[in-house]
């Protein structure tokens, strides 16, 4: 298969409709498009997000309401998976060595939240590090009942 040079395709295009910068404009265009970004983004330093106290429970603060929300999804992400493997008894499509490495991790996001003080981070990677660690067992459980033979 040929592969055609630039000039070719320009012409196929330009013959089609559709405009094609030159690389002159297509810089000078990005160089604006930089610079606007960067003026927007000076002029937002103003706009800091304020922690303050949650509207359900004055005692939280807003950041750990969204962090417990958040929390939740990526935490409990991985119960659907783990769930089908105990209804199929079976190690088939589980991967041990990404909840293994995923449980290390989190592990260290439980320390990490003890560092900050947060309980959001600390309360839900402990649940994920549960979590990732009973898939991780399960998978070995049934790699090696599929493993033994059949008249056992």
Known sequence: ?????????????????????????FK???RGVLMLSVIM?????DLVIRDTASLLDPRFQRSEVVGVVAGFGTTFAAVPDLIAMFRRRS????????????????????????????RPVVAWNTIAVAINFLSVGAYLRFARNERRPTGQ
């Open 91 to 118: 190690s088939k499509g589980m991967n041990p060595t990404m909840a293994g490495i995923m449980g290390i991790f989190q592990i260290l996001w439980v320390y990490y939240g003890l560092l900050i003080v947060s």
């Open 1 to 25: 298969m040929l592969v055609p040079n630039s000039e070719s395709l320009r012409q196929r295009w330009v013959t089609k409709g559709v405009r094609v910068m030159n690389g002159d404009a």
């Open 28 to 30: 000078k265009r990005t």
């Open 41 to 45: 983004l000076c002029g937002c330093a």
